[in-house]
């Protein structure tokens, strides 16, 4: 059984900070890439963020140097970083992996109000 669970979110202010955090069951974890998506609303989902199975990271232009991903393989977890936050990173974030994306998680909201 395949299973991602994210949470973290929550209402901040602009220029704030929040630590999202996905728990992955089901996978060998450590062999995958993982990545963080976000859907706006009346907006399709959008990749935002990338993770190496060795560490490399990736990130869409609108978040550079705002966003950080990373990893903790011993806990199957996979952590986003957002700080000085804009009203619209406004979305629900979502986790997967890759090669091979499994189903969707139900996401955690990201409220950020100006």
């Known amino acids: 059984q395949v299973q991602l669970v994210e949470s973290g979110g929550g209402l901040v202010q602009a220029g704030g900070s929040l630590r999202l955090s996905c728990a992955a069951s089901?996978?060998?974890?450590?062999?995958?890439?993982m990545g963080w998506y976000r859907q706006a609303p009346g907006k399709q989902r959008e990749w935002v963020a990338g993770?190496?199975?060795?560490?490399?990271?990736n990130y869409v232009e609108s978040v550079s140097g705002r966003f950080t991903i990373s990893r903790d393989n011993a806990k199957n977890t996979v952590y986003l970083q957002m700080n000085n936050l804009k009203p619209e990173d406004t979305a629900v974030y979502y986790c997967?992996?890759?090669?091979?994306?499994?189903?969707w998680g139900q996401g955690t909201q990201v409220t950020v109000s100006s």
């Open positions: 997967n992996c890759y090669p091979g994306l499994v189903n």
């Open positions: 993770i190496s199975s060795g560490g490399s990271t």
């Open positions: 089901g996978i060998i974890f450590s062999l995958k890439a």
